[in-house]
């Protein structure tokens, strides 16, 4: 398998799209921009697992996303954060 396309500590957004097939990625996510905390291995994906063996299998990262960010009302501070698991073909690099 190639070297991973992002490093941790990049800053990365999250797709904003929605397949018409089954995926992992919460709505609320989906256009945040985030930063790679983790590069979690090769695993299935879970939009193969549907109809197949979830081949080809891919990076998992898992992405830290302040939740003042994700939330504007969050009353909470901004080192509040929520850490969620994102395979590779749904980040993109952040600008």
């Given at each position: 398998?190639?070297?991973?396309?992002?490093?941790?500590?990049?800053?990365?957004?999250?797709?904003?799209?929605t397949?018409?097939?089954?995926?992992?990625?919460?709505?609320?996510?989906?256009?945040?921009?985030?930063?790679?905390?983790?590069?979690?291995?090769?695993?299935?994906?879970?939009?193969k697992?549907?109809?197949?063996?979830?081949?080809?299998?891919?990076?998992?990262?898992?992405?830290?996303?302040?939740?003042?960010?994700?939330?504007?009302?969050?009353?909470?501070?901004?080192?509040?954060?929520?850490?969620?698991?994102?395979?590779?073909?749904?980040?993109?690099?952040?600008?």
């Amino acid at each position: 398998m190639s070297q991973p396309r992002f490093a941790t500590g990049q800053r990365v957004r999250i797709a904003d799209r929605t397949p018409p097939i089954h995926h992992r990625v919460p709505a609320y996510a989906k256009g945040h921009i985030g930063t790679i905390e983790r590069i979690c291995g090769i695993h299935g994906q879970p939009e193969k697992f549907i109809r197949g063996d979830g081949v080809p299998r891919e990076r998992l990262y898992r992405v830290s996303i302040s939740q003042t960010d994700l939330w504007p009302a969050y009353r909470g501070t901004n080192i509040d954060r929520l850490d969620i698991e994102i395979f590779e073909h749904w980040l993109e690099p952040a600008e």
